[in-house]
T-cell receptor, first 112, second 112 residues
Framework: TQLLEQSPQFLSIQEGENLTVYCNSSSVFSSLQWYRQEPGEGPVLLVTVVTGGEVKKLKRLTFQFGDARKDSSLHITAAQPGDTGLYLCAGGKGTNAGKSTFGDGTTLTVKP | NAGVTQTPKFRVLKTGQSMTLLCAQDMNHEYMYWYRQDPGMGLRLIHYSVGEGTTAKGEVPDGYNVSRLKKQNFLLGLESAAPSQTSVYFC???????????FGPGTRLTVL
């Protein structure tokens, strides 16, 4: 069984602070996705990383894929209350019917 | 486009009752998935389908059945509901070789 471990599980910070969320595995993935989920809704894709060492930026969010394609991180600069939500990472193998393995998620609360 | 829709949004069942959850997508996606989401456990794959008329077991298939009679619909059935099936159920779809999964809004099921 492929496992993706996310840390921390819960994070509560003040508006304007920076934070990093980690997604680690012992397995190699061909791609890794980060999703954000708000209460009462389904996950929405933020980004996909596919190349070892790849860094992608989405406004105040920076995503990095580890060199060995086993881990990833999400860094948020100057967090805002609108960033509050559940952040999920998911790893794909490329084939295998497009199935993804999801991490358990990080619940982020940004207080104004 | 409506994307991925799920029916119903909420349901309460008594132990032993049966029900069917409907997922519909209007994006002409080949692949469809059913997940359950429980607190602290992320998303776990129940069943999936790579095309009309085909289905396969995921990570946690016991107690569930599925059917994909039409490309746009993926049905999840519970023949004899158990309290352990209390969860939030998400349907998702994607194109082959694409990274993005599109999720529905979820169905919150409580089994008493």
């Amino acid at each position: 069984t492929q496992l993706l471990e996310q840390s921390p599980q819960f994070l509560s910070i003040q508006e304007g602070e920076n934070l990093t969320v980690y997604c680690n595995s012992s397995s190699v993935f061909s791609s890794l996705q980060w999703y954000r989920q708000e209460p009462g809704e389904g996950p929405v894709l933020l980004v996909t990383v596919v190349t070892g060492g790849e860094v992608k930026k989405l406004k105040r969010l920076t995503f990095q894929f580890g060199d060995a394609r086993k881990d990833s991180s999400l860094h948020i600069t100057a967090a805002q209350p609108g960033d509050t939500g559940l952040y999920l990472c998911a790893g794909g193998k490329g084939t295998n019917a497009g199935k993804s393995t999801f991490g358990d998620g990080t619940t982020l609360t940004v207080k104004p | 486009n409506a994307g991925v829709t799920q029916t119903p949004k909420f349901r309460v069942l008594k132990t032993g009752q049966s029900m069917t959850l409907l997922c519909a997508q209007d994006m002409n996606h080949e692949y469809m998935y059913w997940y359950r989401q429980d607190p602290g456990m992320g998303l776990r794959l129940i069943h999936y389908s790579v095309g009309e008329g085909t289905t396969a077991k995921g990570e946690v298939p016991d107690g569930y059945n599925v059917s994909r009679l039409k490309k746009q619909n993926f049905l999840l059935g519970l023949e004899s509901a158990a309290p352990s099936q209390t969860s939030v159920y998400f349907c998702a779809s994607r194109r082959p070789l694409a990274d993005t999964q599109y999720f529905g809004p979820g169905t919150r099921l409580t089994v008493l």
